[in-house]
């Protein structure tokens, strides 16, 4: 039977440029071009080497997020992932990770699934709760922060590296695994690969395809809430400490009147 793989991926605005908050105090994200998490894309590169692995097996990428969100499904599919799914709702907007991983536990849920992979934190959120979050709704094992993954016998196991120490992990399938920016350099698409990519299926669902009701998600079943938001102040012009014999002093007095020292 072949091994179901889903690959939950985000979308997420351009680190790069200027971002701002709505009235509302979400992220304003038509003000900002968006991406595919770029730790995503080693959960993608996991997912296509575990499936290279197997006898047979089909690699779904999976992403909660708005219309331009079918961007970073298109680059997962041109990487070499078979079909995608993308819910998208209008009621979504606002939903915090706890909503998030609602709507991602009913659409893998819909999907069907031996494996699902993720990355380890998303690059605008950085929460790297999701996995542990999304794992525990499934009602599987969890196996998170691995640098290195196999499946096989119907076990997915995998290495995870701690400051002191390496812990070799095992679970059996179904499971979720999380995988680290040291699991293995994510594959470019090639031209070949981009151009497959546009014949590739991408499902689109919303929340009445999941059974779930608006009050569940968006800004009204957010478990937090943003009550506040400031623009950072600008940048001031930096202290030239001088060295005329005494830059040493000057130094540890800028840095003292600082309170570093
Ligand atoms: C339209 C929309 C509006 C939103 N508005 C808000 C808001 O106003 N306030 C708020 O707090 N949150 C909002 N969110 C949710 C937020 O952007 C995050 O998706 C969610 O909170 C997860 O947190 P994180 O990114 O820190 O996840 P992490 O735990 O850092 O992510 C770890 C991994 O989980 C997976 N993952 C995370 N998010 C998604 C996703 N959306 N789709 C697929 N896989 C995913 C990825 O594999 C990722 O590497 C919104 C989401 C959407 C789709």
């Known amino acids: ?31 900002v071009d968006g991406l595919l998490s770029e730790l995503d894309e080693y959960a993608v590169e996991q997912a296509l080497q575990i499936a290279d692995e197997a006898d047979d097996a ?3 990428v999976l992403t909660v997020g708005p219309e331009d969100a079918k961007d970073a499904l298109r680059k997962a599919l041109s990487m070499g992932a078979d079909k995608a799914i993308h819910v998208e709702d209008d009621d979504l907007h606002g939903t915090d990770v706890i909503g998030t991983s609602l709507v991602l536990a009913k659409a893998v849920e819909k999907a069907g699934y031996d494996l699902v992979i993720t990355g380890m934190a998303s690059t605008d959120g950085t929460m790297g709760v999701l996995p542990a979050i999304l794992a525990e709704r499934l009602g599987v094992p969890q196996v998170t922060l691995l640098s290195e993954v196999k499946v096989e016998d119907g076990k997915v196991t995998g290495r995870r590296d701690g400051d002191s120490a390496s812990e070799q992990l095992e679970a059996s399938l179904p499971a979720l695994v999380s995988v680290t920016d040291q699991s293995g350099e994510a594959r470019y698409p090639s031209f070949k690969g981009i151009m497959a990519a546009k014949k590739k299926p991408v499902e689109s669902w919303d929340l009445s395809d999941l059974d779930l009701d608006a009050e569940e998600v968006g800004l009204e079943g957010a478990y937090t809430v943003v009550e506040s938001a400031a623009q950072r102040p600008a940048r001031t012009a930096g202290t030239v400490v001088k060295d005329e014999g005494e830059g040493g002093k000057q130094l ?9 020292i």
């Open 1 to 31: 039977m072949s091994l179901r793989i889903v690959v939950c991926v985000k979308y997420v605005p351009d680190a790069t440029g200027d971002r701002h908050f709505a009235d509302d105090l979400t992220v304003d994200r038509d003000d």
């Open 58 to 60: 089909e690699i779904t």
């Open 252 to 260: 540890a007095e800028f840095l003292a009147g600082q309170k570093f």
